[in-house]
T-cell receptor, first 118, second 117 residues
Framework: AQKITQTQPGMFVQEKEAVTLDCTYDTSDQSYGLFWYKQPSSGEMIFLIYQGSYDEQNATEGRYSLNFQKARKSANLVISASQLGDSAMYFCAMRDHAGGTSYGKLTFGQGTILTVHP | GAVVSQHPSWVICKSGTSVKIECRSL??????MFWYRQFPKQSLMLMAT?????????EQGVEKDKFLINHASLTLSTLTVTSAHPEDSSFYICSARGPRDSQSGYTFGSGTRLTVV
């Protein structure tokens, strides 16, 4: 069974500083995908970044980068130049291999509440 | 980009009544829809997976008779909470698979906050 672990219930960062949100995963699949989502208080799930298990380079999307360490099974999110609007809950998620009856569902970590201070 | 429209965004209902939540893919065909439940400040927990034209697959511990899922077309999936009780109050959110080039293959609805009084 797949498992995603986020060990930081809450994180604080000063505006304009960088912050790293931790995520570790466990899977027996060779093919999988890792996602990060932002969930503001409104509840919507905002897709931030994706990393495929076979991607050799770390994914980047604007101020977001994913520090993918396959051997350590970690996929940490780095947010550079934090903004007040970054305050939200952040989820790491993993897609299992779509095959048989799995349908490629997403399994989510516990989430990390990020607070950006001015 | 791909959009999944989820309605209603919030609903208050009396205990014992049923509530239907709709998720509609607006510009793509959603062959698979995932339904999640989320309590405040907690993770999203998968309730069930529905595929167009077939019965939904429920996760362990989810009552299929209480949470009825219908996926009758490629653009519409519904979740009906039957005989709702206060403990069913939660945030429900759907996620459709596809298209691959949008958000890496998963499009979420905006969620429904259900309050049972």
């Amino acid at each position: 069974a797949q498992k995603i672990t986020q060990t930081q219930p809450g994180m604080f960062v000063q505006e304009k500083e960088a912050v790293t949100l931790d995520c570790t995963y466990d899977t027996s699949d060779q093919s999988y995908g890792l996602f990060w989502y932002k969930q503001p208080s409104s509840g919507e799930m905002i897709f931030l970044i994706y990393q495929g298990s076979y991607d050799e380079q770390n994914a980047t999307e604007g101020r977001y980068s994913l520090n993918f360490q396959k051997a350590r099974k970690s996929a940490n999110l780095v947010i550079s130049a934090s903004q007040l609007g970054d305050s939200a809950m952040y989820f790491c998620a993993m897609r299992d291999h779509a095959g048989g009856t799995s349908y490629g569902k997403l399994t989510f970590g516990q989430g990390t509440i990020l607070t950006v201070h001015p | 980009g791909a959009v999944v429209s989820q309605h209603p965004s919030w609903v208050i209902c009396k205990s014992g009544t049923s509530v239907k939540i709709e998720c509609r893919s607006l510009d793509f065909q959603a062959t698979t829809m995932f339904w999640y439940r989320q309590f405040p400040k907690q993770s999203l927990m998968l309730m069930a997976t529905s595929n167009e034209g077939s019965k939904a697959t429920y996760e362990q511990g989810v009552e299929k008779d209480k949470f009825l899922i219908n996926h009758a077309s490629l653009t519409l999936s519904t979740l009906t909470v039957t005989s709702a009780h206060p403990e069913d109050s939660s945030f429900y959110i759907c996620s459709a698979r596809g298209p691959r080039d949008s958000q890496s293959g998963y499009t979420f609805g905006s969620g429904t906050r259900l309050t049972v009084v």
